[in-house]
């Protein structure tokens, strides 16, 4: 990202351009069949999900921390503990991400400093070990 004293949370819009991206993030999640297993992990309103995503990625980005102020210290992985998060849940949460970030980001180096920050955090989720198809745990 070019050096500028915008931060990222200023140049991906502020609030309303955040709003958009995550409100397009969990539209992306309720439609695309590659996200039905992470999207069964929420409840059928997706409003608060989508809400707590706004709120931790304003502080993420640079904005006001309002994840902090409303929920205490995010403490993600914890947080997504009583979840059963493998890669497809990750990969379909990546993907309605990426998707929604190039719909509603028109700024390139933007979306090129988010994207690797941000894949590593939703691999962090992860917390369990699916086994190759025709595995067995079995001895």
């Known amino acids: ?78 947080r997504h503990l009583d979840f059963a998060i493998g890669m497809e849940e990750v990969n379909g949460w990546l993907l309605c991400f990426h998707q929604a970030l190039h719909e509603t980001v028109d700024d390139h180096e933007l979306r090129e400093f988010i994207w690797p920050r941000i894949e590593p955090l939703a691999l962090h989720m992860r917390n369990t070990q699916a086994l190759p198809v025709g595995w067995s745990a079995a001895p």
């Open 1 to 78: 990202m070019k050096s500028s004293s915008a931060l990222p949370y200023e140049r991906i819009g502020g609030e309303a351009g955040l709003r958009r991206m995550t409100r397009r993030m969990y539209a992306l999640m309720d439609t695309l069949p590659e996200a039905a297993a992470v999207r069964a992990l929420h409840p059928a309103d997706l409003s608060g999900s989508e809400q707590k995503l706004f709120e931790f990625l304003s502080g993420w980005l640079g904005g006001p921390p309002l994840f902090v102020q409303r929920h205490g210290a995010p403490m993600l992985r914890a």
